[in-house]
């Protein structure tokens, strides 16, 4: 019997390298129990998803990961179960993708005054028509909803044309939350996005916690209340990014609260080469009431 699963991960129609079957068999290869497919901002990428699960094991889980307002670190929820035809859902997933696409060219033109020649041309270029692992494009429309084109493939061109080594120096010297090229981008409040995940059957997840960036146990129990008053319905206590000790502390949270568990990778592929998928080990059993909601 299958004993693990991952509730969070990325593909080509977002920000990871692999393209959405992929993914799936390799969670397969991983004989995991369950896999999600959770890119930021679009569905593009379930229906594919979904064709590869039909002749394999995993149980696929589509998702998506949405960027909500906070005042401090990042807040993403994550919606599990959720119909990707929803009309609402594909309203808010296209106003989020507006907002990535107003922001692109500002960052760009501040790449450029740092001494770069880089153009949103060559963005797009790169981001839709360089080849995946498979060696297919990496255009991924489904519903009429392009994949989405953000940060990630604008480190990855300033790697493939020399300006640094890796996307982590990208990342680091000038498009994180800190770098020269950074631009925020519009974002939903919570209620909105809880309300889309929920308007399309989904359950909604707070993920990775400890990127809010919170102080203390204290003040991230009043975030995670002030959500749970938004229709919040569970917490990702397992993620890659959290040590022993923060999981014990979010488990905790997640019970005193009443929330659903879940948890999950963050898989992108060889962009964020020290996470597996996999990885950590999220038991089914930990994760049941979601997999039993969802499947209902």
Same mark, same amino acid.
Do not use: W
């Given at each position: 019997?299958?004993?693990?699963?991952?509730?969070?991960?990325?593909?080509?129609?977002?920000?990871?390298?692999?393209?959405?079957?992929?993914?799936?068999?390799?969670?397969?290869?991983?004989?995991?129990?369950?896999?999600?497919?959770?890119?930021?901002?679009?569905?593009?990428?379930?229906?594919?998803?979904?064709?590869?699960?039909?002749?394999?094991?995993?149980?696929?889980?589509?998702?998506?990961?949405?960027?909500?307002?906070?005042?401090?670190?990042?807040?993403?929820?994550?919606?599990?179960?959720?119909?990707?035809?929803?009309?609402?859902?594909?309203?808010?997933?296209?106003?989020?993708?507006?907002?990535?696409?107003?922001?692109?060219?500002?960052?760009?033109?501040?790449?450029?005054?740092? @001494?770069?020649? =880089? #153009?949103?041309?060559?963005? *797009?270029?790169?981001?839709?028509? !360089?080849?995946?692992?498979? &060696? /297919?494009? %990496?255009?991924?429309?489904?519903?009429?909803?392009?994949?989405?084109?953000?940060?990630?493939?604008?480190?990855?061109?300033?790697?493939?044309?020399?300006?640094?080594?890796?996307?982590?120096?990208?990342?680091?010297?000038?498009?994180?939350?800190?770098?020269?090229?950074?631009?925020?981008?519009?974002?939903?409040?919570?209620?909105?996005?809880?309300?889309?995940?929920?308007?399309?059957?989904?359950?909604?997840?707070?993920?990775?916690?400890?990127?809010?960036?919170?102080?203390?146990?204290?003040?991230?129990?009043?975030?995670?209340?002030?959500?749970?008053?938004?229709?919040?319905?569970?917490?990702?206590?397992?993620?890659?990014?959290?040590?022993?000790?923060?999981?014990?502390?979010?488990?905790?949270?997640?019970?005193?609260? @009443?929330?659903? =568990? #879940?948890?999950?990778?963050? *898989?992108?592929?060889?962009?964020? !080469?020290?996470?597996?998928? &996999? /990885?950590? %080990?999220?038991?089914?059993?930990?994760?049941?009431?979601?997999?039993?909601?969802?499947?209902?």
């Amino acid at each position: 019997m299958r004993r693990f699963v991952d509730l969070h991960t990325h593909s080509t129609a977002s920000d990871g390298d692999m393209p959405p079957a992929e993914v799936i068999r390799l969670a397969e290869s991983r004989r995991l129990a369950a896999v999600a497919l959770t890119d930021h901002d679009t569905v593009s990428g379930l229906s594919e998803a979904r064709r590869a699960a039909d002749s394999l094991t995993v149980q696929f889980v589509p998702g998506i990961e949405i960027s909500a307002k906070f005042t401090g670190g990042l807040l993403h929820i994550l919606g599990l179960g959720i119909d990707p035809t929803d009309r609402n859902l594909l309203e808010t997933a296209r106003l989020l993708r507006e907002a990535r696409n107003d922001r692109n060219p500002r960052m760009i033109a501040r790449l450029q005054k740092l @001494g770069m020649e =880089i #153009s949103m041309d060559e963005l *797009f270029e790169f981001a839709f028509a !360089s080849p995946g692992r498979s &060696g /297919r494009r %990496r255009v991924r429309i489904t519903n009429g909803e392009p994949a989405v084109v953000g940060r990630l493939h604008m480190a990855k061109l300033l790697v493939a044309k020399g300006y640094v080594r890796s996307v982590t120096e990208a990342f680091n010297r000038y498009l994180g939350r800190d770098g020269p090229a950074y631009i925020d981008k519009e974002k939903l409040a919570p209620r909105q996005a809880i309300e889309a995940i929920h308007s399309a059957g989904g359950v909604a997840i707070l993920a990775h916690p400890v990127e809010l960036r919170c102080n203390n146990n204290a003040m991230l129990t009043r975030v995670v209340r002030s959500m749970v008053r938004n229709g919040l319905d569970g917490i990702e206590v397992y993620h890659s990014s959290h040590n022993p000790i923060q999981t014990r502390a979010y488990l905790d949270l997640a019970r005193r609260e @009443g929330l659903l =568990i #879940s948890g999950g990778s963050d *898989f992108h592929g060889s962009v964020k !080469s020290s996470v597996k998928l &996999g /990885r950590p %080990r999220v038991p089914r059993e930990a994760v049941e009431q979601i997999l039993a909601r969802i499947t209902r």
